[in-house]
């Protein structure tokens, strides 16, 4: 008998490489070498294979030009992942930029994306959860069935603050607002007034699914940080809801150590650690839900509702 979407659950991984870090914090950085790909993607990918995940990978089109980085995204599509549009470069502050840039970063992220798998994406992700609700027309225009930029918690613009200001980098104003906090925690069509609003949208948004009633972020960003029995409660409450969940990875999660100053979120714990944390959290999820590719959960969603 087919899952109920409530027992369904989303793997998602965001390919931001090492340039798309030391870009987070102002710093120009080559495309290549990556450690992030070569060390992060590549652990992913075997991980994946060891456990039987099929993921979403957000994938940004400039890294598709550079030969070893294709390699393991052309891996990851034999093998059944999905492929997902991340933009093509990556700005930050990409609900500011105009809508002829955005719609080129979007296309030139398609055409990347379909070098490798023959067909044009039909999920988006925003960099640094940046959209608001005329990006959001503008995806389901061009025929895509799901978003997944929007973090149903108040406490981003607060973190990012404090994550500025114990790294003495640039304080951003733009990402997540307060008020998305008053987002589904699971999907849903947005108004075409409010991103965190329920609406007529064809375009589903499939939200990074934080701690009901709460609202904090449980992504991996924050678990590998906080370690596993905070993962395990949150996980539990999220089941116990019936809430189908979206779960966020970055690849930069399973990279090898990366020693360079100017990275502040990515510092501190060894790579054997992260490795056998992320391992029992995929463990975790695959055994209390039935896993999708984020295009088959919005497409099953889609089909027969909540
Ligand atoms: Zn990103």
Known sequence: ????????????????????????????????????????????????????IKATFF?????????????????????????????????????????????????????????ITGKKPRGFKAPGYDVDTKIL????????????????????????????????????????RWSWGMAPNAPYHPSSKKVWRKGNNPLLELPCTT???????????????????????ALEVVKKRAIPLNYEFHAADLSDTIIDSRLGHLQGIPIEKRMALVRKMLAAISTNYELRTSIELAQEFITHGH
Do not use: C
């Not at 972020?217 to 596993?228: C, E, Q, R």
């Open 1 to 52: 008998m087919a899952a109920k979407v409530s027992q369904l659950a989303t793997i998602q991984v965001d390919l931001d490489g090492l340039w798309t870090n030391l870009q987070y914090y102002g710093h120009d950085a080559p495309v290549s070498p990556d450690i992030v790909f070569t060390s992060g993607l590549r652990r992913y990918l075997d991980l994946f294979e060891e456990l039987g």
């Open 59 to 115: 994938v940004i089109g400039k890294d598709v030009g550079i030969p070893e980085k294709k390699v393991l995204l052309q891996e990851a599509h034999e093998k059944g992942h999905e492929l997902a549009n991340h933009t093509f470069t990556h700005p930050f502050g990409f609900r500011k930029l105009s809508a002829s840039q955005q719609q080129a970063e979007i296309e030139q992220g398609e055409r990347a994306i379909g070098s």
């Open 137 to 176: 027309s503008l995806l389901a225009e061009k025929g895509y069935l799901y978003d997944s930029s929007v973090i149903p918690t108040p406490a981003y613009p607060l973190l990012m603050k404090i994550n500025s200001i114990l790294t003495r980098s640039v304080s951003r104003n733009h990402g997540p």
């Open 211 to 233: 701690f009901p009633v709460l609202r904090i972020p449980i992504h991996a960003t924050f678990a590998v940080k906080l370690g596993y029995p905070f993962f395990r409660g």
